[in-house]
């Protein structure tokens, strides 16, 4: 009896310790969550192998399918628990903070026969000292709290800028300005072949640009808007061509009584990357091997209606478009994508949820081929 009371005291101690610890004017922090999910998938075009990105979370071109395969598949996994470790000191009325987080997502090296094993890896690394932001996070163009509560890994996918990278940021106030990494992503001339690939290129020495105002309302509502300014530049074999890139987005989230709506705009020329994890890309080579911009606007709007202080539900509607001039790009790349979500989630204990999401979505090339899929997903969810 003396030894459960002795091990429950040694739980306690040790749950306490990894909520929070300080040492001198140094306070150390782990966080993060356990996730699990069932997904019950069916790709009208037949599924994606085991393993593929498809089969993990939802990803706005991944959805085709294989012919060869089944239409319907289920996966179970825990790749979305994540880890983080968080430290904050005080010197002498300035404020160091150091933060790294891991998750398991989007790795193949594992298996579905014996271990389903993944290796982690790093999500958010960065350190900060005042107004100062020197590391890899999310990126300066998108607002990660305006995302809606979904199960499905992202959410709302291609409505939103989604981009973590290493930058140097500056804050003051509502005002944020950051030089980002650079990665250019364009199509291949398509010529008289008709087919265009992917050409990326780490070319070049000129950063992104991007500024940002937050700023909210009387009444509660958040709202972002900020601005993207790139070089987008390729230097492979026998190409040297650059061009610039502009985006715009704005966000919100709005209070209504104790529901919330959530909402996204996005427009750009030459966005490519930044929007719908890179659905489309930034431009396209013409029969000289100048780039050619592409432009692209996408946008979601989420509706969270809490039934009770337990129980809750997010409906969610999310889409994408790009303006691909054909005669460079050919009639296989990505054009529209759209998707709709509806979940019920419960969370019996603060840190605990359990939920279940039905989810539809449609990817449409510039040929008219297209892909959809249909996807439930049961999770549990529990913050550590």
Known sequence: ???????????????????????????????????????????????????????????????????????????????ETRFNFKTSTDLDGHKLTGFIELDFMTHTDGNERVSNSYSPRIRQAFVSFDNWTVGQTWTTFQNPGALPENLDFVGAAEGTPFVRQTMVRYTNGGFQFAIENPETTVNSYAGSSGSSSRITSGSGMVPDFVARYNFKTEGGAKFTVAGLARQLNVEIDNLDTQEMGYGVSFTGVIPVGDDDIKLSATAGDGLGRYM????????????????????????FASYRHWWTDQWRSSFTLSGFKADNNEALTGGGVNKESYSAYVNLLYSPVKPMTVGVEYMYAENTKQNGDNGELNRVIFSVKYVL
């Open 1 to 79: 009896m003396r030894q459960a009371k002795m091990s429950l005291v040694a739980m306690a101690t040790m749950l306490a310790v990894s909520s929070g610890a300080q040492a001198g004017d140094t306070e150390f922090k782990f966080g993060g969550y356990v996730k699990a999910d069932v997904m019950f998938s069916d790709y009208s075009n037949g599924a994606p192998d085991s393993g593929n990105l498809s089969r993990q979370f939802y990803v706005p071109g991944t959805i085709y399918g294989d012919a060869s395969n089944g239409n319907e598949v289920v996966d179970f996994q825990v790749r």
């Open 276 to 299: 719908a994890l890179n659905y489309a890309n930034a431009g396209v080579l013409d029969a000289n091997g100048e780039i050619e911009t592409i432009s692209s606007y996408g946008g």
